[in-house]
């Protein structure tokens, strides 16, 4: 790989230039404590990541749970003829990644005496490599396998993809590395903001519920992604066996906000050091010059909004789908729609009846918001689409660009989720299950137990494109449904999508919309109510909503992308192509690298050349 030869060629050079040259040298390094914190410390920057302006624009976009300006140019593969990029940046930077954790992993043997503290450190660079496979894994699916540095003349070098199941099995082994190493969150070395043995248990139920699911669905379907001769259920037993020993360890332990807030104030917060349930995240100190931008940006800059499809796809608030709830609402008025819902929707969407944006927000300067009740779609400064996205979003700031805020990255709900769908698709769920895992999360909101009994006897017709698979069993779809619901917005839904064997049945046509039109014109059209927010007259004409003008509908609803012909009534909406979409191609510079230097032939992706 020539990313890895660089790498190797130019080692001990930028080595030296990272870490001053009076602390670590070749011959010296990693014979104390401290040299193992102060190398792996290094290495978080590839796992923490960069928000710059919101968690959800940066996570969700490109999934059926949200829009922003554009189609997303990932969903919109009409025009795209399979070939493959000459060079991948996620391909080369992962592989440098995993070559600076593989040296200190190498080096492990130096210090004479290695106490809880160095295994602490040792454990997170452990979960770091899982990391960093796991991401060529979700992305390349096969790949070449190195689990030590290598040098110009190692045979490794020119090292053929492994099969994905080989991949994930090393993921895993890496991952019961690092739980057996690490110590728990806020024990001994494991302080704030760092790995923990919580993390390192949760990310191996996502590994195992991931290669698990993709396996099995990928299978069923008999798709150019399958993994010959698998089921998947052998990685869905690690799923199970990591999330005993999680819930065992954590069991009901969760964080409940005030009263109003208690699913919402977990992501709207600034510090997480003594968080139940949150296991690992970025800490912010505006300070220390360590800046959060999760401020004005949530709000005021970001044109982003939840889509219908998501908004509905919330139960009603007795724990029934609709066609089967006896609660009534009315469609047309926001408010009447988010109420009659799951709790947790109106601590995701902003619904007007809170009250001025300014009043929540008191942050804002933008005139065009104001003391608004409703998203101002003329300018799209907040909730494209109609519904204005609430959770998250930073109620604290320094100032107008600053923040304190902590991102939350790995916490204990998305591990309950796991554990329960893969208990749902071994066929092993019990009732006591579900009280262990979902009806904890629905506790802290207030929400209706789901029940397994009543759930498999529902009477329900579940869509593909809504992510449900009609071959299964009831009590799968609706844990699909409560895993999109508790996690909304935290970027997981495309990549479930994936391991589900649903792509094309989600995108493929697919144009979404917001919010009921009519509500949101009568706001804004209303001159009554636009001098109540305290915008000028001068401003009235401005705000207008005019179809055809600055604004569109599908059917009843706004149309984000009405300038664009292929979200037109008439237009071909969303496509993917099912035989190559699902991974990226591997970069050609590669395969032509693998042939020309050493002979072999590194394997393309399907539907890429």
Request: glycine share 8%.
């Amino acid at each position: 790989m020539i990313s890895m030869v660089i790498a190797i060629v130019s080692c001990d050079e930028e080595f030296l230039d990272r870490y001053p040259e009076d602390a670590m040298s070749d011959a010296t390094f990693f014979t104390k404590t401290s040299d193992f914190k102060t190398y792996v410390n290094g290495l978080y920057g590839d796992v923490v990541r960069n928000v710059s302006g919101n968690r959800w624009l940066n996570l969700e976009n490109g999934s059926d749970n949200l829009f922003t300006n554009v189609p997303h140019s990932s969903l919109m593969r009409h025009s795209v003829g399979g070939e493959a990029g000459n060079t991948n940046d996620l391909w080369n930077n992962t592989y440098d990644a995993i070559r600076e954790v593989n040296y200190v992993l190498d080096n492990k043997g130096r210090i004479l005496k290695r106490d809880g503290i160095v295994n602490q450190y040792l454990g997170e660079a452990f979960f770091i490599r899982a990391f960093h496979y796991f991401n060529l894994l979700q992305n390349f699916g096969a790949v070449p396998y190195v689990d030590h540095v290598l040098n110009t003349d190692s045979p490794e070098l020119f090292s053929l993809r492994e099969s994905r199941h080989f991949i994930a099995t090393k993921i895993i082994a890496d991952l019961d590395s690092a739980i057996a190493l690490l110590q728990w969150k806020g024990v001994g070395a494991a302080g704030a903001a760092r790995i923990n043995r919580e993390s390192a248990l949760l990310y191996k139920t996502r590994v195992g519920l991931f290669e698990g699911s993709w396996e099995r669905y990928h299978g069923n379907k008999n798709t150019p992604f399958k993994m010959e001769g698998k089921d998947g259920s052998d990685f869905l037993a690690e799923v199970v066996e990591a999330g005993e020993q999680l819930i065992g360890y954590q069991g009901s332990q969760i964080y409940k906000g005030p009263a109003g807030a208690e699913y919402s104030n977990f992501y709207n917060r600034e510090d997480y050091s003594n968080i139940q349930g949150a296991f690992f995240y970025r800490h912010y100190d505006v300070s220390l010059g360590i800046v959060s931008a999760e401020t004005r940006a949530s709000i005021e800059q970001y044109r982003a909004g939840l889509t219908k499809r998501a908004v509905y796809s919330y139960l009603m608030r007795d724990g029934k789908p609709e066609s089967l709830s006896s609660v009534v609402y009315d469609y047309t008025d926001q408010n009447s729609l988010i109420h009659s819902r799951d709790p947790r929707l109106e601590q995701t969407i902003y619904a007007p009846d809170r009250g001025p944006f300014n009043k929540t927000y008191n942050f804002i300067t933008n005139e065009n918001l104001s003391g608004a009740l409703y998203a101002n779609l003329n300018n799209f400064y907040n909730g494209k689409g109609g519904y204005t996205i609430f959770k998250g979003t930073v109620l604290n700031t320094v100032n107008i660009d600053q923040s304190n805020a902590d991102d939350v990255i790995l916490h204990y709900s998305e591990a309950l989720l796991n554990y329960a769908e893969a208990k749902a698709i071994l066929g092993t769920i019990t009732q006591a299950d579900l009280d262990n895992t979902i009806n904890v999360l629905r506790n802290r909101v207030g929400m209706f137990h789901m029940d397994l009994a009543e759930v498999n006897g529902w009477n329900v017709v579940y869509a593909a494109s809504d992510g449900y698979d009609l071959a299964e069993p009831n009590i799968v779809n609706e844990i699909r449904r409560e895993r999109r619901v508790e996690l909304m917005l935290e970027g997981f839904r495309t990549t479930d999508i994936k391991r589900w064997a649903l792509f094309e049945e989600v995108f493929n046509g697919y144009k979404p919309v917001g919010a009921y039109f009519q509500e949101l014109a009568d706001y804004w059209n209303n001159p009554d109510n636009l001098a109540e927010a305290g915008f000028p007259a001068s401003k009235f004409d401005d705000l207008r909503l005019e179809l055809g003008q600055n604004i569109d509908v599908l059917g009843e609803f706004v149309n984000p992308f009405w300038q664009n012909a292929d979200f037109t009534p008439a237009g071909r909406g969303y496509y993917i192509d099912p035989n190559r979409d699902y991974l990226q191609p591997i970069p050609r510079n590669e395969i032509q690298f693998y042939q020309e230097k050493g002979g072999v032939t590194l394997e393309q992706n399907p539907g890429w050349f």
